[in-house]
């Protein structure tokens, strides 16, 4: 199928896409990695994306592909948060031909965010941005999530706010977007010296990149389990409770 796609990238004419479980960019890795060195513009759309994929169990659950995924030299891989910044991750992936885009998507339901209180998904564009920055003071802590984690980061964003800890969360659905921004931008998002704690719902592998040493990471460092989706996030660790517990800690105000 992807073999396919660029051999149609190549004739011209059409722009190709593809569709699959995200868990299976796997048996396809030697024709998007062609794809990337060939610089052509294949667009793959990987659903599935995470071990909210429940019951098929952990053969199915995506845990490493992300970080694979974004090892790989001139492949976009975007992971958009709502059904605004997916329109917007079209947008992207329509508007660059240098190379392949890989939109991540989820299985489950999530809810579309309040763009009225909180920053357009036009954001999107530059990799990163601050969707809802802190309130009661400065950020003290900021938290880094992508896809379906947005929402959950939002609840711990929430709580960490009721206990006095005014807290900035950043949607960060492309690392190589951002990271081609200028300096003076990444650190007007992710200023120096503010802990930072990222939320995926994958391997916490690349992430020190974003967080720093001294930042924390929630994510899946281990393969999935077969149970209902919420029920294997919430006993790995993926809930807001969790997070925002992370969080404290970070600070130094949990043990």
């Not at 809810?111 to 954001?123: F, I, K, T, V, W």
């Not at 959950?152 to 206990?163: C, E, H, I, T, Y």
């Amino acid at each position: 199928m992807a073999a396919l796609c660029n051999g149609l990238a190549l004739h011209g004419g059409v722009r190709p896409y593809c569709a699959t479980f995200l868990a299976f960019h796997d048996y396809m890795r030697p024709s998007v990695r062609l794809a990337a060195l060939m610089g052509l513009p294949v667009l793959y759309l990987y659903t599935h994306d995470s071990i909210y994929l429940g019951e098929d169990g952990p053969t199915h659950q995506p845990v490493e592909q992300l970080a694979a995924m974004r090892a790989m030299p001139n492949l976009r891989v975007i992971r958009p948060a709502d059904g605004a910044e997916t329109v917007e991750a079209w947008k992207a992936a329509l508007a660059w031909s240098g190379g392949p885009t890989a939109l991540c998507l989820t299985r489950q339901d999530l809810p579309n965010l309040d763009r009225g209180a909180m920053a357009s998904a036009e954001g999107l564009h530059k990799g990163g941005y601050v969707l809802a920055e802190a309130t009661g003071g400065a950020p003290q802590v900021v938290l880094i999530a992508t896809g379906s984690e947005v929402p959950m980061a939002l609840d711990a964003r929430a709580l960490l706010q009721a206990g006095g800890i005014p807290t900035r969360l950043v949607s960060l659905p492309c690392w190589d977007l951002f990271f081609a921004q200028p300096a003076a931008y990444r650190a007007q998002v992710l200023p120096p010296g503010l802990p930072r704690v990222s939320v995926e719902a994958g391997t916490t592998f690349g992430w020190q990149a974003i967080v720093g040493l001294d930042g924390a990471s929630v994510g899946i460092d281990r393969f999935g389990a077969s149970a209902p989706g919420e029920e294997v996030a919430s006993r790995l660790g993926l809930n807001p409770e969790n997070i925002a517990r992370t969080a404290r800690r970070l600070l130094n105000l949990e043990a």
